[in-house]
């Protein structure tokens, strides 16, 4: 029912520095996303997506010694919709519809990490502690609409939105997630196991 292409271009660059005791890597990366999704039918609904994004990233090691390393990372990444969900499509099923949603944003993410480790083969091969921040901007989730919400803010039938009209599944974005938390990795091998 629907034609879709999607063009994405990046590039990226780097630089780094050794020190005697740190490590520091850093590099930026610029994409440019380029979607189009057309109707096949007589309405011709299409659907055009254009951005373009900076993502920078760095990276610090800092050898406390020989087997002790703290790092701290950060890096900024994208999560694109799928085609499939940014188009009108909508599906109806005996209890509810799912609907495409072409007012969808892309969810950007500032990602921070500090982690120990320990590597110390006599006793563990690795021990690594992590604590972590993600902040997510305009995350998409799957949303239960009732009948008199609004689909899409285009007018139908002489309202100003059209409405859901059923009980609908449709992704959505909401405002800025925040999430945190602390991995805990310990490695052990016996042998070949």
């Not at 050794?18 to 011709?44: F, P, W, Y």
């Not at 921040?133 to 285009?154: F, G, H, R, W």
């Amino acid at each position: 029912t629907y034609k879709a292409k999607e063009n994405i271009s990046a590039f990226f660059g780097e630089a780094a520095i050794h020190l005697k005791q740190t490590d520091i890597v850093t590099g930026i990366r610029n994409e440019k996303t380029r979607q189009l999704v057309t109707s096949a039918d007589d309405l011709k609904q299409q659907v055009k997506i254009n951005y373009d994004d900076w993502l920078p990233s760095f990276h610090i090691r800092y050898v406390l010694n020989e087997k002790q390393n703290l790092r701290l990372s950060y890096y900024k990444a994208i999560s694109r919709p799928a085609l499939y969900d940014i188009t009108f499509f909508n599906m109806d099923y005996d209890d509810y519809n799912i609907a495409g949603n072409p007012f969808l944003k892309r969810s950007t993410a500032g990602n921070f990490d500090l982690r120990y480790e320990w590597y110390a083969p006599e006793i563990l091969d690795a021990l690594q502690v992590t604590a972590f921040y993600k902040q997510i901007k305009n995350p998409y989730e799957k949303t239960l609409l009732n009948a008199n919400d609004t689909l899409y803010p285009v007018p139908s039938g002489g309202l100003s939105y059209t409405p859901a009209t059923k009980l609908t599944e449709q992704l959505r974005n909401f405002g800025t997630a925040h999430n945190y938390g602390l991995d805990i990795s310990v490695v052990k091998h016996f042998g070949n196991i």
